[in-house]
């Protein structure tokens, strides 16, 4: 009994490095089918994240505003005591993701305007300056002066205390005591009030301050007629009393959502409770304000092309990783072929033999897969839905040996015989399963560009391999095709001097090592690497025509607006050669004619630039201006309509010409081009207007100011930049009051072309992408290098024979390495090159599964092959060769090659 427990551990002893390698290979399977899913679901939490924290508050915060009349019954401070109890009614899982809440009560600045103890404003219209009152803002303040607002201690005249912010004192030129009235626009109703407190925010950027930013941050006017509008602060005693005369006021319970606390797993939850949410408000007379449910439909839709694609990878990873542990499966049994011939000739039966090579297996495969489990767990993320495969893969490795054995010893032979020479027409069950795997694959595309690789939420395991099973497919076609041009080229090398080449093209003609096996495992390692490569290089080839689309220069200036001598002070700094000028305004009136008579054709975006200039800047800056078409760039100032470049949209509503407002100036144009696009004009905007700056009949007392500049250049200061632009806003705002001004609406704020495109590389689920690649291109890579010595090492013993007997006609080593170049270049570049037209293939024709345009900032990813990706594969080639002499002379060295003839051993 000790011996026979004692067997197979001495059978693995002998075996050692057969079985080590097995072990290894399930190993490193389990460990990518456990850790790679749980770090996608890091990745894709962190992206979510990320994502959602950049969302506007508007967007991602749930509020319930209500219009309400203050009266005895109900004061604004009522509302206070809502705030738990709403939260808690928000459905689920909403409640448990509010990291914040506030209530406020407020008359916002639109309704209301200021007026008595206040310096002269250019125009009529007063300042509009609101009211509010909110939770935890006298804790987010400190006081410059004053103190704050309350009401209940009664300050003479009925006045209402106020507290306003230092930039707001200082626009509005109030300090500490002023006293002015805030009355309704629409009635005679008045508020008087009284400034008791100057604060300053201790941390502008707050959540606190997003719905009242303008408590902070005062809007100043820019063009003549517009009001300056800002809020001021009050208590809940003070709202109190001004509610009644100025009118309703606008209650509001404010939820802000913890992206931390949102992952991946729960954003289907999230957005069916936002849906729900709309559709029934738990705060009666409330409108519910988010827009969470849609965002998180648009990043969920992200997320989804990003995890088809690394299904996509891991897919074929895990493919090539299998066929390894079979390639391993069957190498293991050739070493042992005589001893299981041994054991059938004694009687053993098939059973018997898968006993014995069971009993091996189970000692060590399930626990290396059990380690390589382990192992994944260690890879920070989420359990992922994938780690019940991990007992399958236990199985797999465990029973692939004694499986292979069994199936192997059915018919028993005592002659060994060269399996090279051996030609057998394929039989009709090989045929039909070959067919049945093109037939599969072909369905699958079809499938998977009508439906997606996700089409009920969830990864579809047929159509997440179809790839695995075109790389299948191709490697099939190739070994039928293969013989062909082998023969043909042997046939030359036959008549040619020398044998080793002609002996290399023989033996790789006859089937050796150019089988099934090997192939196949190549074609798909091959394909994943490509695959992931050329989708790489095709997001990143769109990301960069998304960045010149945005910024055609090599930076972006932007701000409010600016005088028009800011351009001169711009063109004067060092380091900038080239600047120049665009005025870019958003929701501009778009009608047939100037008349109020004519039709009124809706809003549009409007792009002001000066092409000579624009063209100049485009070509130093080193981006492609093909996008400027002539009409434009050669167009000269008339007294008639302008020519333009519209986009479909509105060509199809304007016809032949319209007029556009363009800062509050009426300016006629004709259609002249039509283009979905225009350098400058942001990705996704589908209504738009260019105008050719140097055409219009601008007048002197009324010229258009710039809004933003391209530059080209790049060794200007920037502090220097900002500054000057600073200036020119400054300039602009003070002629507009006419006094001078401290604060700026919108600092200067300058993008470079560098920069936007980084911006691109680091938006969410961009971390699971380089995954992907990581895994598809170094995975691919290093598992078609163990295909080559698995194709090496499995005819080792055979090429050996070959080596000993033609050494002995006087071959030398060198030529010996060249034969076994030779044999295995058919392999590897009938690999590389099914392998390259598969993976190169495989985005066209899965594209739309993998909606790639999410990752390029809305612009179409043509397929692009990347030169350096040629030149990858090509290295992949050779180092795949020398990678082969390796394993062939490691081999050599073990097996002696002096006595590896033995007499009688072959016929």
Known sequence: MRANRSGPVRRLRAFAGQVGLLAVLGLASAALLTGAPRLANEYADRGLAADVADLPYQVRDISLPMAAGIDKARTTQTGIEDLDPYREKLPQPLPGLITDQWYSAGIEPERVGASGDFPP?????????????????????????????????????????????????????????????????????????????????????????????????????????????AIAVTDWAGMNAAGPRLGSVTLDWHYRIDEKRLDASKAKAVTDAVVRLKRASPAPGTTV??????????????????????????????????????????????????????????????????????????????????????????????????????????VITTAAVPVLAMSSQRRVTFVVRRQDLIRQRPSARRLTAEISVLVLAGLGVFLLRRRGLVPDGGVDPYLVSVPV??????????????????????????????????????????????????????????????????????????????????????????????????TDRLDALPGVDAVTAISLENARRLRTGPSASDRDLGQTQVLVVDMPSFVDVMRRSGVPDDGVPAALRNAKRTDGPVPALVSP?????????????????????????????????????????????????????????????????????????????????????????????????????????????LGLDRTGGNELLTLAFTIGALGGSGLALLAVG??????????????????????????????????????????????????????????????????????????????????????????????????????????????????????
């Open 121 to 229: 404003f250019n125009g009529d219209s007063q300042p509009g300056l609101g009211l509010r009152a909110q939770t935890g803002v006298d804790e987010a303040v400190r006081m410059v002066s004053g103190t704050w607002p309350d009401a209940t201690a009664g300050l003479p005249g009925g006045r209402i205390p106020i507290a306003v912010s230092q930039r707001t004192a200082n626009a509005l030129m109030l300090a500490l005591g002023s006293r002015f009235d805030i009355g309704s626009l629409v009635g005679s109703a008045k508020v008087p009030v009284v400034v008791v407190g100057i604060f300053e925010p201790l941390d502008t950027t707050a959540p606190i301050w997003n719905a009242m930013r303008l408590a902070v941050d005062p809007q100043i006017p820019m063009m003549d007629g517009e009001r300056f509008r």
């Open 289 to 394: 304000v988010t827009s969470l449910d849609v965002s998180l439909i648009q990043l969920g839709e992200r997320l989804a092309s990003v995890r088809a694609l690394l299904a996509v990878v891991e897919t074929g990873v895990l493919a090539s990783l299998l066929g390894l542990i079979l390639l391993a499966a069957r190498l293991s049994l050739e070493r042992r072929r005589e001893e299981l011939a041994l054991l059938r000739a004694r009687g053993a039966s098939t059973a018997t033999i898968g006993r014995r090579t069971l009993a091996e297996s189970v000692l060590v495969q399930p626990f290396a897969v059990l380690a390589g489990w382990l192992l994944g767990t260690l890879v920070p993320g989420r359990s992922a839905l994938t780690e019940w495969l991990v007992p399958v893969l236990a």
């Open 469 to 566: 099973l075109l790389a299948v497919g191709t490697s099939l076609i190739a070994l039928r095709v293969l013989p062909w041009p082998l023969r043909m080229v042997g046939q030359i090398a036959a008549r040619a001097r020398g044998a080793v080449v002609f002996l290399g093209l023989a033996r790789a003609g006859r089937g050796a090592p150019v089988t099934i096996g090997p192939l196949a495992v190549l074609v798909i390692a091959i394909t994943t690497g490509v695959f992931s490569g050329v989708v790489a290089s095709t997001i990143s080839h769109a990301r960069d025509r998304a960045s010149e689309q945005a910024i055609p220069a090599d930076a972006r200036l932007t701000g409010n607006t600016f005088a028009p001598s800011t």
């Open 649 to 757: 949209a509105i060509a199809a509503e304007v016809g032949d010409g319209a007029v556009v407002n363009v800062q509050g100036r009426l300016y006629g144009f004709t259609s002249s081009v039509v283009a979905s696009s225009f350098p400058g004009v942001e990705i996704g905007v589908e209504r738009f207007v260019v105008l050719p700056w140097q055409a219009l009949p601008v007048p002197d007392f009324k010229p258009i100011n710039p809004t933003r500049y391209l530059l080209a250049g790049d060794g200007y200061d920037r502090a220097a930049l900002l500054a000057a632009a600073d200036d020119g806003q400054r300039e602009w705002r003070e002629s507009v009051i006419g006094r001078p001004v401290d604060a700026l609406l919108a600092p200067a704020a300058v993008t470079t072309l560098t920069d936007y495109r």
């Open 790 to 907: 698995f194709a090496v090492v499995a005819e080792a013993r055979t090429r050996g024979r070959v080596l000993s007997r033609l050494r002995t006609m006087g071959l030398s080593g060198r030529q010996g390495r060249q034969l076994l170049v030779y044999e295995l270049l058919p392999l590897v570049g009938a690999a590389v090159l099914a392998g390259g037209v598969v993976g190169v293939a495989l985005p066209g024709l899965i594209g739309p599964a993998l909606n790639l345009s999410t990752f390029t900032a809305g612009v179409a990813a043509r397929t692009h092959l990347d030169p350096l990706l040629v030149g990858g594969v090509l290295l992949l080639v050779v180092v795949g060769l020398a990678a082969a002499l390796v394993f062939e002379n490691l081999v050599n060295r073990r097996m002696r090659l002096g006595e590896v003839l033995r007499l009688g051993e072959e016929n």
